[in-house]
């Protein structure tokens, strides 16, 4: 942490810019394609042009960063101790509208590209956390939080976020997407996260839905909620079996309320439905479980289908809360493929039939548009 926050105050200088068809205003000048430091003011960025991430990017309180469909923006994974990743503050939007043929791509601009080798998206809002009006987020040491569930940050639709989860230190790292307190009024869909060093996708608190995210790859957690997050999402995939390297803990959904505090308002208690989680079918995970719902999380779960977690449990269940809740509420209709410990019985109702995401173990239609954009190596 103390080296991400050096880097964050050495960097001084906006080296921002756009392409030739942009119009040149002090945030968003005319030069070589290079995001760095602080967007204070509306820019666009253009398809016509690639970008350079360079170290930390803050789109600033007040200010919309724009992001064409098509555009390419890679993160500088030379500098270790300068680590590279956009952060959107509260009081700040992100509008990054891509399409199925023409995605909004973030990667790694290494010649062999790897997962950690930038940091990754993080959008901070002004919507609930059980962590009070004024939380420090972990990873930037932005403020987040607020009293608006409906808090808008903008649109994230079909974009590739991939090689992110640069570490932090050695408890921290980075995820793909990052949301703190972000609220409903922000558009989130057609999400698809490949190979991450630690999480998928993450959600602190905050009232923010999604529909058709996919996960591949994550070393870590792919999809991981906490804080008294209460969003809906429609349409989860992850496929945990092709990662590089794993954790000896890691999760499917990993999906907390409040460590020290089961009670503390807001409580998680989100709703998903149609839940694909693909695990690493190996026994050197030790801790693995296909979803753990734990310290006070709640939530409505329906048709997931799990596959390949061998050495956990399919649905783990712990603390009172949680326990209390998902006996009464169990998730509704789960099917299990290579799972020999189904895990807590009392908290699902099997359906051999379930189908998940749409198509059991196989990737889903509404999920195949990334494939063709990955850009390997």
Known sequence: MKKLLFSM??????????????????NNPVGEGVLSGDISGDRT??????????????????????IEAGTRIEADASEESNVAFLAVERGARIN??????????????????????????????????????????EVTGLTYGGDN???NSGTLSHIIVEYSGALINSESEFNGITFYAVGSGTTVNNIH???VSDDGIEWFGGSVNGENLTVIGSQDDAFDWAEGWNGTVTNLYSDQSV????????????????????DLEPVS???????????RNSGDVTAEA??????????????????????GKGVEISGANSTAHFTTNPIQGVAFDNVPDKGDATAFVEDEGASGAGNGAERPDWSLWADAHLTGN
Request: glycine share 10%.
């Open 9 to 26: 105050l050495a960097v001084a200088v906006l080296l921002a810019s756009c392409s030739d068809n942009d119009t040149p205003t002090p």
């Open 193 to 195: 996260v490949y190979q």
């Open 269 to 279: 208690n989100p709703t998903l439905s149609n839940v694909t989680l693909i695990g």
């Open 45 to 66: 960025l253009s398809a016509d042009t690639v970008y350079t991430l360079s170290g930390s990017v803050y789109v600033k309180a007040g200010a919309t960063l724009t």
């Open 96 to 137: 990054a509208v891509g399409t199925a043929d023409a995605p909004i791509i973030f990667t790694s601009n290494a010649a062999t590209k790897a997962a950690g080798q930038w940091g990754g998206i993080v959008i901070c809002g002004n919507a609930l956390t059980n962590k009070g009006a004024n939380a420090q987020a």
């Open 243 to 262: 990662a590089t390297a794993f954790s000896s803990d890691s999760r499917g959904i990993e999906a907390d309320s409040d460590q020290n505090n089961e």
């Open 149 to 151: 569930p409906a808090d």
């Open 290 to 311: 296909g979803i753990i719902l734990r310290r006070g999380t709640l939530g409505s779960i329906t048709n997931l289908y799990l596959k390949d977690f061998v050495a």
